[in-house]
């Protein structure tokens, strides 16, 4: 990341918060991570970006070598992860732009389509792309992602 501006708060003991913004290749990235200060205490991740160019992360995140291969955008990004009370939920929506993952014998290319969670439960909407030359189209939903 670069041009980063960051602002970091305290609440007297309880937790920390950093506000972060900056750009990442040349995508203007603004992020807000809360930590509590205490065993179980809550901590949340918020990132939001117009457009995110998947390659730069994937290659720096520990991630198995088929992910880091993966290609394409995501795009209108606003989500948020949150542990409160122990369990783990997120918030939010991303939408796909041109996504390909070359996975053996199954090259998957022309990925789109919008993911949004709500608690521990993703909505697939409108998931779509071409798998061996064939196209595919999903919606549903996925409970539990977080267990």
């Known amino acids: 990341m670069t041009n980063i501006d960051a602002t970091l708060r305290g609440d007297g003991g309880q937790s920390l918060e ?10 203007a990235i603004h992020s807000v991570v809360t930590i509590g200060m205490g065993e179980n205490s ?5 990132v939001q970006t117009d457009h995110l160019t998947m ?4 290659e720096r995140l520990d991630v198995p070598n088929l ?7 995501l795009k209108d990004v606003a989500l948020t992860i949150s542990k409160r009370g ?24 022309s990925g789109k389509g919008q993911v949004q969670i709500h608690g521990d ?15 595919l ?11």
């Open 55 to 58: 390659d730069p992360i994937l």
């Open 67 to 73: 992910l880091k291969t993966t290609k394409g955008s």
């Open 18 to 27: 950093t506000v972060l913004d900056g750009t990442l290749g040349a995508d």
């Open 121 to 135: 439960v993703v909505f697939l909407q409108d998931i779509q792309a071409d798998v061996k030359g064939e196209h």
């Open 86 to 109: 122990g369990f783990w939920y997120g918030e939010g929506q991303v939408t796909l732009d041109d996504v390909s993952v070359p996975i053996p014998d199954y090259t998957i290319t």
């Open 42 to 46: 809550n901590q949340s991740f918020y």
């Open 137 to 147: 189209r999903v919606d549903g939903t996925l409970h539990h992602v977080f267990d």
